[in-house]
């Protein structure tokens, strides 16, 4: 093998490059939705970069024609691995199916497939040759009909890959739209360059300008890579940040019946989640009684339930509970069930109660924590919030006698009986919501002394619960 020396060779040799160092970075988030497909694409543009420069360094023709099929693997690969990552970058996984990824690199394969053969046939190269340029000399081919069908293929996965790059900008959020806007930008350099190359417009004639302009279309990656987190804060897939949680989740269909439940809820119940999908949420979480009855809310709303498992401890949770609409149309509900364990064990030890005297899946008690010497309520928990319809900020800092929680008498009456007994033990008072409306409770309270100051706390149940 001969070897000359072209000056184009080190731009091409710098454009893979810095290929290869975005292939690092973008390596070091293999999990992160889109980039395998980014991570093969940067590899085929160092391909396709080194062996064109090796075709340039060579100076028979015999050696320029087994660099340029080389090249091929990496020039077939670009625009397949582009739109594979476009599809999973823009979310559109109903399209992201084997059968989709098999019909991509189908044409891809056969070009492949005809460069190799091309001695046979023609196909791809009707006729090759050399031209001098000076002090070197020039691979020169003619294009035959199969390579300008290859060619419209590729600009076609090219098009359809920006708009959904474009599509994906127009509809992010503000930190995320220049992402897709500079994945678009090095994608329309490095086919404009092909495009100047195939039309003959070429200053140096026969001088492939599309991997050159592949030093441009990286250093804007790479600038998208380092400066604006493209596979740091990429729009990934809602199952994927819904895996990601400590907590539950679960969502239902219109119907009532579980359209998807996160890894976590198998951390808690043993069992896999998978298995639920497709069944209505009464029958497949009928083990927990209080549990099954989440599809039966038919309201926005807040509330706890308990799940007990044979041999271990029962887990609560505290469930917010949301419409998931389109276009005015209600499709389902997600369930958020956080786990209060810690929290209600606290409670109970603060009652000196058991497990099943403390809560008991539908009857959730309220907590107050208020202050002895003042009467202000220092805490609250989320039921007491939503039993009284206020908020948290309303509460703490005040007294039940300012917010109108209860009355003067109601009041007298409670303080009195705590004074004397040193504890309260299920003592009926109406109180009173954010609303105005009265409802009867049973009230409990215990004192406790923390640092020479003392505080009741109180637990409050809706009575007949």
Do not use: C
Request: no cysteine; proline share 3%.
């Amino acid at each position: 093998m001969q070897w000359q020396n072209n000056p184009y060779f080190i731009f091409l040799i710098l454009a893979g490059l810095i290929s290869l160092i975005n292939t690092l970075v973008v390596a070091q988030r293999r999990r992160v939705a889109g980039s395998l497909p980014l991570l093969g694409m940067l590899l085929a543009v160092s391909l396709w970069s080194f062996t064109y420069a090796f075709e340039l360094a060579s100076a028979d023709q015999a050696s320029q024609v087994f660099w340029a099929k080389i090249e091929y693997i990496g020039i077939v690969s670009v625009p397949a691995l582009f739109i594979l990552f476009t599809l999973e970058y823009g979310h559109h996984r109903q399209a992201f199916q084997r059968r989709v990824i098999y019909s991509v690199w189908l044409i891809p394969l056969i070009t492949l497939a005809l460069v190799w053969t091309n001695a046979s046939h023609g196909l791809i190269w009707s006729q090759i040759g050399q031209k001098h340029a000076g002090s070197y000399s020039l691979l020169s081919l003619e294009h035959g009909l199969a390579f300008w069908i290859w060619t419209a293929y590729s600009y076609l996965l090219l098009l359809f890959g920006s708009l959904i790059l474009i599509r994906r900008a127009i509809s992010s959020p503000p930190e995320i739209k220049p992402q897709s806007f500079i994945l678009v930008f090095g994608a329309g350099i490095t086919w404009l360059g092909n495009i100047i190359y195939l039309a003959g417009l070429s200053p140096v004639p026969d001088l492939d300008l599309t991997p050159i302009t592949f030093i441009v279309s990286m250093i804007a990656y790479s600038v998208g890579l380092f400066r604006f987190g493209i596979l740091d804060i990429m729009p990934i897939a809602g199952e994927t940040v819904l895996e990601s949680l400590d907590d539950v989740v679960i969502v239902l269909d219109d119907a009532g019946l579980i359209a998807y439940i996160n890894k976590t809820f198998e951390y808690y119940s043993g069992v896999d989640s998978k298995g639920f999908v497709g069944q209505p949420a009464s029958i497949a979480l009928s083990v927990w009684p209080s549990m099954s009855k989440l599809g039966d809310t038919q309201t926005t709303n807040r509330g706890e339930v308990v799940m007990t498992i044979e041999g271990r401890e029962p887990v609560y949770f505290d469930t917010r509970v949301s419409t998931v609409r389109w276009k005015n149309q209600r499709l389902g509900r997600v369930y958020v069930l956080e786990d209060i364990s810690e929290r209600r064990r606290a409670e109970k030890t603060a009652f000196g109660q058991s497990d099943e005297n403390l809560i008991s899946g539908d009857a959730i008690p309220l907590i107050f924590v208020i202050r002895l010497h003042d009467e202000k309520v220092i805490e609250v928990n989320r039921s007491s919030i939503l039993a009284l319809g206020y908020e948290r900020k309303d509460v703490v800092g005040r007294s039940f006698l300012q917010l109108g929680i209860w009355d003067a008498y109601q009041r007298s009456e409670f303080l009195k009986i705590f004074r004397s007994e040193g504890f309260v033990k299920n003592h009926t008072l109406s109180l009173t919501d954010i609303n105005k409306s009265k409802q009867s409770y049973l009230v409990s309270a215990n004192r406790v002394d923390i640092h020479d100051k003392s505080y009741i706390v109180m637990l409050v149940q809706p009575e007949g619960e």
